[in-house]
């Protein structure tokens, strides 16, 4: 890496490539930070602590290129500070895809609508945990995945129903 700043300083006098490592090197570190809360939040320590190592390489390595003469050249600030705002954004649309797991949905309807929802989430294979003595509040459990397809189904047969989900850990024996 020093090779690379050195060649890059002598030779070309071109900075553009160094900016552009910087970059890119802070949307991986984000990336791949935002991924291991999420990782080690849904229980999975091993695979988070192998991301810890690889983000504190990729952390030491970048940050020693841009503190490399920082005062006379503050771009490398501003490359650093962009590759990492987008880096948590990408992490968090990557995140968002794979949606590691599950939530639990909580909507109160009106109670002439609970047959029909009821029905209509069966026809997909949801399971409908629970539905209370009055016959307004469900609960379901789902992967993740499948929480906008719910909440989309509950409101197009009942517009006026609330919707609450939340994170749930299933434990299972």
């Not at 160094?18 to 999420?38: A, D, G, P, V, W």
């Not at 983000?55 to 003469?69: C, Q």
């Not at 705002?85 to 794979?98: F, N, T």
Request: glycine residues 6%; hydrophobic residues 45%; charged residues 15%.
């Amino acid at each position: 890496m020093h090779k690379l700043l050195q060649y890059t300083k002598n030779n070309t006098g071109d900075y553009m490539l160094i900016y552009i490592m910087i970059f890119l090197s802070k949307i991986l570190e984000n990336t791949l930070s935002t991924l291991r809360l999420i990782i080690v939040s849904n229980g999975k320590k091993t695979l988070g602590s192998i991301l810890q190592g690889i983000i504190a390489l990729v952390w030491i390595l970048v940050t020693g290129v841009v503190i490399i003469d920082i005062n006379k050249d503050v771009f490398k600030i501003f490359a650093f500070c962009i590759g990492s705002m987008v880096g948590s954004y990408l992490g968090s649309l990557i995140e968002e895809k794979i949606a590691l797991g599950y939530n639990l949905t909580i909507a109160a309807i009106n109670s002439n609508c609970i047959p029909k929802i009821t029905k209509e989430l069966s026809s997909y294979n949801i399971e409908i945990i629970n539905i209370t003595n009055h016959k307004t509040i469900i609960m379901i459990s789902c992967k993740r995945k499948k929480t906008h397809f719910i909440n989309n189904i509950i409101h197009k047969i009942d517009n006026d129903s609330l919707i609450i989900n939340q994170k749930a850990k299933i434990f299972l024996k």
